[in-house]
């Protein structure tokens, strides 16, 4: 399930990791092979090795301008930065005046390895002194006039060269002016990871202490680093033992690292022959990128200045898109990039932006594009194509409005689609014979996005409707009506003034039409007095989905203890909406905590004893209201910085899916012709990269965003054998376990996705 050769990968993520170059690679296995020696042997092979390492430590000196100072050959930059730390504060505590309150700063957008690390060994040297965060300007820039305020009570300082998520590189000899003028004995580290073969160092003209560097960021093998120790810099072995390093840093050495790097160091060195290009071809390339991205993305926005970056790194926002989405994207593509530091890959948002002060939304939608010196431009060129083959994709799956009219291949949407943000739902019914839709609780965030669906499938509105007034958000409604129904007269909810009245469950209702459907509201009150739900009703009067707001979530009922709210209300509407749904029918909440999707009175008898007993008629009203007063207490722990808009009655866990693997599915595709392969990426994922081995021609294409039209229109197919894919296997579970919770009991998916497959 390998994509086509015509659509090889394109590494656009050289921050987080570099391929080793094939002359560092053979440099390495030249090594392995005849230069195994040990290093500290006296033998003849011992002695060659030896020399290869000195030979490595002389260029990385010639490379650094280190002078006098110290190259210890280390694991990587992080042994690096505990080496500086670990060294500097022992020297430190060694004279501390029990008197005075210390501190050790660090900027702002350092990498979490150094502040982490300075936490720790100022916990474990019990030195007692605060770390603190040195500010940076909307540049990224350090704050000079904080470093002058701060420095004299430092026992240590540790800057950036260059920073791994937005290439903002710091003035080293500003800052060495500014540090030394008022603290000359403070000890400095600098982390230039992300400074080598993109910056020029001369660190003997500096007086900075300690400079860590890492080899699988510049082309060599992950296990090899070094770090600069200034001449007179105090010294600690961070590993002591067989005393190799010259007693500096013990463990046998690792040859094959050094001998890749050895050859990255020649490389750099020579002038001619070397893969490794001059800063103002790699500044053409960045501007090449630049303007590939912005014609893609017109409302794109960089989340740096080019002027104090280094080249190989672009970090930039698409408004109304999410990183995960756009790294999706462009993984589809072929394209890899991140969406910030690969050491923090949980993380939502960035931290260096933030500093940086910039909007939350450009933290929370930042990608990072970075490439190394060994650029080629045949990858500019194709990297190129492949952003505007990306940004096509959106545009065919209407989610950005294309300029021309050359996109043809739009899918017409007809039924249910889910939109999220963060937990909070908006749902659209479209009905493509008639062009009408409508809108269910419209986020603000999704405004955009709701806005492009519509102008894009040419849809026309009947109606913008809240389930009831939303205490975690401000609703962005009123904004969409304005826009496409200025005339329209609504009640606060966006209900319209006209309407029809209907009959269901023997009484009267209000409804709208929806081409051959209609949309009637019911009260159901309690969750607050205003609440509503909207139900979806076929010709024939059945009932197709119950919009509910938050009167039922998936494993939840929706907390009562809101001024506006009313347990005795919620208990009489619980029985009402039962009622009217019975027990199948697919419930469609304002909120979705645990990526559950949607879910059903039947399946949540089997979670919810509440709720449960509320339907059979085992719990009296009054019994109802103190049982639900007492879930609401919890809702506190649970909330932390949101509001939680239900009271959770059971446990969240998960169902144990079956998974398969690429060899064991191919077998039972082999084995099982009625198995169907359900491909959950969204539209333009899918749209580029759906060429997938032998299983692609058997996949269907069902996005997260439409699962859940999926289940109702198979609801009388549960016990089909269904198996999920996706890119990675993570999206996959998740549907798979929303699945089996609704009684999709032989659901499986495919562990790894389609990026661990090998056929």
Same mark, same amino acid.
């Given at each position: 399930?390998?994509?086509?050769?015509?659509?090889?990968? $394109?590494?656009?993520?050289?921050?987080?990791?570099?391929?080793?170059?094939?002359?560092?690679?053979?440099?390495?296995?030249?090594?392995?092979?005849?230069?195994?020696?040990?290093?500290?042997?006296?033998?003849?092979?011992?002695?060659?090795?030896?020399?290869?390492?000195?030979?490595?430590?002389?260029?990385?000196?010639?490379?650094?301008?280190?002078?006098?100072?110290?190259?210890?050959?280390?694991?990587?930059?992080?042994?690096?930065?505990?080496?500086?730390?670990?060294?500097?504060?022992?020297?430190?505590?060694?004279?501390?005046?029990?008197?005075?309150?210390?501190?050790?700063?660090?900027?702002?957008?350092?990498? *979490?390895?150094?502040?982490?690390?300075?936490?720790?060994?100022?916990?474990?040297?019990?030195? !007692?002194?605060?770390?603190?965060?040195?500010?940076?300007?909307?540049?990224?820039?350090?704050?000079?006039?904080?470093?002058?305020?701060?420095?004299?009570?430092?026992?240590?300082?540790?800057?950036?060269?260059?920073?791994?998520?937005?290439?903002?590189?710091?003035?080293?000899?500003?800052?060495?002016?500014?540090?030394?003028?008022?603290?000359?004995?403070?000890?400095?580290?600098?982390?230039?990871?992300?400074?080598? !073969?993109?910056?020029?160092?001369?660190?003997?003209?500096?007086? $900075?202490?300690?400079?860590?560097?890492?080899?699988?960021?510049?082309?060599?093998?992950?296990?090899?680093?070094?770090?600069?120790?200034?001449?007179?810099?105090?010294?600690?072995?961070?590993?002591?033992?067989?005393?190799?390093?010259?007693? @500096?840093?013990? !463990?046998?050495?690792?040859?094959?690292?050094?001998?890749?790097?050895?050859?990255?160091?020649?490389?750099?060195?020579?002038?001619?022959?070397?893969?490794?290009?001059?800063?103002?071809?790699?500044?053409?390339?960045?501007?090449?990128?630049? %303007?590939?991205?912005?014609?893609?993305?017109?409302?794109?926005?960089?989340?740096?200045?080019?002027?104090?970056?280094?080249?190989?790194?672009?970090?930039?926002?698409?408004? !109304?898109?999410?990183?995960?989405?756009?790294?999706?994207?462009?993984?589809?593509?072929?394209?890899?990039?991140?969406?910030?530091?690969?050491? +923090?890959?949980?993380?939502?948002?960035?931290?260096?932006?933030?500093?940086?002060?910039?909007? =939350?939304?450009?933290?929370?939608?930042?990608?990072?594009?970075?490439?190394?010196?060994?650029?080629?431009?045949?990858?500019?060129?194709?990297?190129?194509?492949?952003?505007? +083959?990306?940004?096509?994709?959106?545009?065919?799956?209407?989610?950005?409005?294309?300029?021309?009219?050359?996109?043809?291949?739009?899918?017409?949407?007809?039924?249910?689609?889910?939109?999220?943000?963060?937990?909070?739902?908006?749902?659209?019914?479209?009905?493509?014979?008639?062009?009408?839709?409508?809108? $269910?609780?419209?986020?603000?965030?999704?405004?955009?996005?709701?806005?492009?669906?519509?102008?894009?499938? %040419?849809?026309?509105?009947?109606?913008?409707?809240?389930?009831?007034?939303?205490?975690?958000?401000?609703?962005?409604?009123?904004?969409?009506?304005?826009?496409?129904?200025?005339?329209?007269?609504?009640?606060?909810?966006?209900?319209?003034?006209?309407?029809?009245?209907?009959?269901?469950?023997?009484?009267?209702?209000?409804?709208?039409?929806?081409?051959?459907?209609? @949309?009637?509201?019911?009260?159901?009150?309690?969750?607050?007095?205003?609440?509503?739900?909207?139900?979806?009703?076929?010709?024939?009067?059945?009932?197709?989905?119950?919009? /509910?707001?938050?009167?039922?979530?998936?494993?939840?009922?929706?907390?009562?203890?809101?001024?506006?709210?009313?347990?005795?209300?919620?208990?009489?509407?619980?029985?009402?909406?039962?009622?009217?749904?019975?027990?199948?029918?697919?419930?469609?909440?304002?909120?979705?905590?645990?990526?559950?999707?949607?879910?059903?009175? =039947?399946?949540?008898?089997?979670?919810?004893?509440?709720?449960?007993?509320?339907?059979?008629?085992?719990?009296?009203?009054?019994?109802?209201? %103190?049982?639900?007063?007492?879930?609401?207490?919890?809702? *506190?722990?649970?909330?932390?910085?949101?509001?939680?808009?239900?009271?959770?009655?059971?446990? /969240?866990?998960?169902?144990?899916? *079956?998974?398969?693997?690429?060899?064991?599915?191919?077998?039972?595709?082999?084995?099982?012709?009625?198995?169907?392969?359900?491909?959950?990426?969204?539209?333009?994922?899918?749209?580029? %990269?759906?060429?997938?081995?032998?299983?692609?021609?058997?996949?269907?294409?069902?996005?997260?965003?439409?699962?859940?039209?999926?289940?109702?229109?198979?609801?009388?197919?549960?016990?089909?054998?269904?198996?999920?894919? /996706?890119?990675?296997?993570?999206?996959?579970?998740?549907?798979?376990?929303?699945?089996?919770?609704?009684?999709?009991?032989? $659901?499986?998916?495919?562990?790894?996705?389609?990026?661990?497959?090998?056929?």
């Amino acid at each position: 399930m390998h994509p086509s050769p015509a659509l090889s990968q $394109i590494y656009l993520d050289a921050n987080a990791t570099t391929p080793v170059l094939p002359q560092a690679a053979k440099a390495a296995l030249g090594a392995m092979e005849e230069l195994f020696g040990n290093p500290s042997s006296s033998h003849i092979t011992g002695l060659k090795a030896k020399s290869l390492m000195e030979q490595t430590r002389l260029r990385a000196k010639q490379i650094l301008g280190s002078g006098q100072g110290k190259i210890i050959f280390t694991s990587g930059a992080t042994e690096g930065i505990q080496t500086a730390i670990l060294s500097a504060l022992i020297k430190a505590k060694a004279s501390l005046d029990p008197n005075k309150q210390y501190s050790l700063l660090y900027g702002a957008t350092e990498h *979490k390895a150094v502040p982490n690390s300075l936490a720790h060994w100022n916990q474990l040297l019990e030195i !007692g002194a605060e770390v603190k965060a040195i500010p940076v300007d909307d540049k990224g820039a350090l704050d000079l006039d904080f470093i002058a305020k701060e420095v004299p009570n430092a026992l240590m300082i540790c800057t950036m060269a260059v920073n791994n998520e937005t290439g903002v590189y710091q003035d080293l000899n500003a800052l060495d002016s500014c540090i030394r003028q008022h603290n000359p004995e403070v000890f400095w580290m600098v982390d230039c990871v992300q400074a080598l !073969g993109k910056r020029p160092l001369t660190l003997a003209q500096t007086s $900075i202490d300690y400079a860590p560097f890492s080899g699988h960021k510049l082309y060599a093998p992950k296990g090899i680093g070094f770090v600069y120790i200034r001449d007179g810099a105090p010294f600690t072995p961070f590993i002591a033992g067989g005393g190799q390093e010259g007693g @500096l840093r013990s !463990g046998t050495e690792n040859l094959p690292g050094m001998a890749a790097l050895n050859q990255v160091f020649a490389m750099l060195l020579a002038e001619q022959d070397t893969p490794f290009h001059s800063g103002e071809r790699l500044e053409q390339y960045r501007q090449q990128l630049a %303007q590939a991205l912005l014609n893609a993305f017109p409302t794109l926005v960089f989340n740096h200045s080019f002027d104090n970056s280094v080249p190989t790194t672009l970090n930039f926002a698409v408004p !109304g898109f999410s990183s995960k989405e756009i790294m999706d994207l462009f993984d589809a593509a072929n394209i890899r990039v991140s969406s910030g530091s690969a050491c +923090s890959s949980k993380v939502t948002r960035s931290f260096v932006l933030d500093a940086m002060g910039l909007p =939350a939304w450009q933290s929370e939608s930042a990608i990072r594009l970075s490439f190394g010196p060994a650029m080629t431009q045949l990858e500019v060129d194709q990297a190129c194509e492949r952003i505007q +083959s990306a940004a096509n994709a959106l545009g065919n799956s209407c989610l950005t409005l294309s300029t021309d009219d050359v996109s043809t291949d739009k899918k017409p949407l007809n039924g249910l689609v889910q939109l999220k943000s963060g937990s909070s739902c908006s749902w659209i019914y479209a009905d493509q014979q008639s062009k009408q839709a409508v809108v $269910i609780d419209p986020l603000p965030e999704l405004g955009q996005r709701i806005d492009t669906l519509l102008q894009c499938q %040419q849809l026309s509105p009947i109606a913008f409707i809240d389930t009831h007034g939303h205490a975690d958000h401000v609703s962005g409604r009123v904004e969409l009506a304005a826009r496409y129904l200025p005339e329209q007269t609504s009640d606060h909810l966006g209900w319209p003034a006209t309407h029809q009245i209907t009959e269901i469950g023997a009484r009267p209702a209000q409804s709208l039409s929806l081409g051959q459907l209609s @949309l009637v509201k019911v009260a159901t009150p309690g969750h607050t007095k205003d609440s509503i739900s909207l139900l979806l009703c076929s010709a024939e009067g059945e009932v197709l989905y119950a919009f /509910c707001g938050d009167l039922v979530l998936m494993g939840s009922l929706g907390r009562t203890n809101f001024d506006s709210s009313c347990a005795k209300q919620m208990y009489n509407s619980l029985k009402l909406l039962h009622s009217l749904v019975g027990d199948n029918t697919l419930l469609c909440p304002s909120h979705d905590y645990n990526n559950e999707f949607t879910t059903s009175f =039947a399946a949540e008898f089997r979670v919810n004893p509440l709720l449960n007993e509320v339907i059979n008629g085992t719990i009296t009203m009054a019994q109802f209201e %103190q049982q639900k007063a007492r879930l609401d207490t919890h809702l *506190k722990d649970e909330a932390g910085s949101e509001i939680i808009c239900g009271a959770y009655t059971g446990g /969240c866990s998960k169902a144990k899916v *079956k998974e398969y693997d690429s060899q064991t599915l191919n077998q039972q595709v082999g084995s099982s012709p009625n198995l169907k392969l359900l491909d959950i990426r969204e539209p333009h994922e899918y749209a580029l %990269q759906h060429e997938l081995g032998t299983l692609g021609q058997q996949t269907i294409n069902v996005p997260m965003t439409r699962l859940v039209q999926f289940v109702q229109e198979n609801q009388l197919d549960r016990e089909a054998q269904w198996v999920l894919v /996706c890119r990675s296997g993570s999206r996959s579970l998740v549907a798979a376990q929303a699945l089996h919770r609704l009684g999709f009991n032989n $659901i499986a998916h495919l562990k790894g996705g389609y990026a661990l497959s090998d056929n």
